[in-house]
């Protein structure tokens, strides 16, 4: 069942609720306001799909390579 982000229009208070996407909005859970549904971040992955992000990542950062270098040995400007 998924995680839906809401913020009560009364109090400002802000809770999760797992419910079926065709419910009703919850009202909320401190002072029983009307709330209004919030998307604060993209939904987490697992599995195979985190995988394929994790090498997609990846591919798209600058590959450094040591037979690349052309300072000096006392050079530290690639090491971390």
Same mark, same amino acid.
């Given at each position: 069942?998924?995680?839906?982000d809401?913020?009560c229009?009364?109090?400002?208070?802000?809770?999760? &609720?797992?419910?079926?996407?065709?419910?009703?909005?919850?009202?909320?859970t401190?002072?029983?306001? &009307?709330?209004?549904k919030?998307?604060l971040t993209?939904?987490a992955?697992?599995g195979?799909? &985190?995988?394929?992000r994790?090498?997609?990542i990846?591919a798209?950062?600058?590959q450094?390579s040591?037979? &690349?270098?052309?300072?000096?040995?006392?050079?530290s400007?690639?090491?971390?």
């Amino acid at each position: 069942m998924p995680t839906y982000d809401y913020q009560c229009r009364q109090c400002q208070y802000r809770f999760e &609720a797992k419910h079926r996407i065709s419910d009703p909005q919850p009202c909320c859970t401190k002072c029983g306001g &009307a709330c209004s549904k919030l998307i604060l971040t993209a939904p987490a992955t697992h599995g195979v799909m &985190a995988a394929g992000r994790e090498q997609a990542i990846h591919a798209l950062q600058a590959q450094h390579s040591n037979n &690349a270098h052309r300072h000096g040995p006392s050079c530290s400007c690639c090491r971390h």
